[in-house]
């Protein structure tokens, strides 16, 4: 049915849009909330499943209900518990 609406996937299902910008920033749209935060990892929850960034100096630079960016030097960013 979304195909046919041509709507776009990440709003209809809530599927999480990690945007990377170089070494230095990451922006998280359709996470549900912080599970882990520190300077070495961030660990948050979205509907499908759970996203960890890892670096040093990491920080959530600004949070809404929807969306956050974070900075620092992130190295990794891994999904887990895929549903």
Partial sequence: ??????LPKDLMLGMP???????HEAY?????????????MILLQTKTCQIE???????????????MKV???ISS???FNYS
Avoid: A, C, D, R
């Fill in 71 to 73: 900075e620092g030097m």
């Fill in 53 to 67: 960034i890892q670096g040093e100096k990491l920080h959530i630079m600004y949070y809404t209900n929807e969306e």
């Fill in 17 to 23: 849009i990690v945007t990377v910008t170089g070494f």
């Fill in 77 to 79: 960013i891994q999904y």
């Fill in 1 to 6: 049915m979304i195909e046919s609406l041509q």
């Fill in 28 to 40: 998280i749209e359709n996470y549900k909330g912080i599970l882990e935060y520190s300077e070495e």
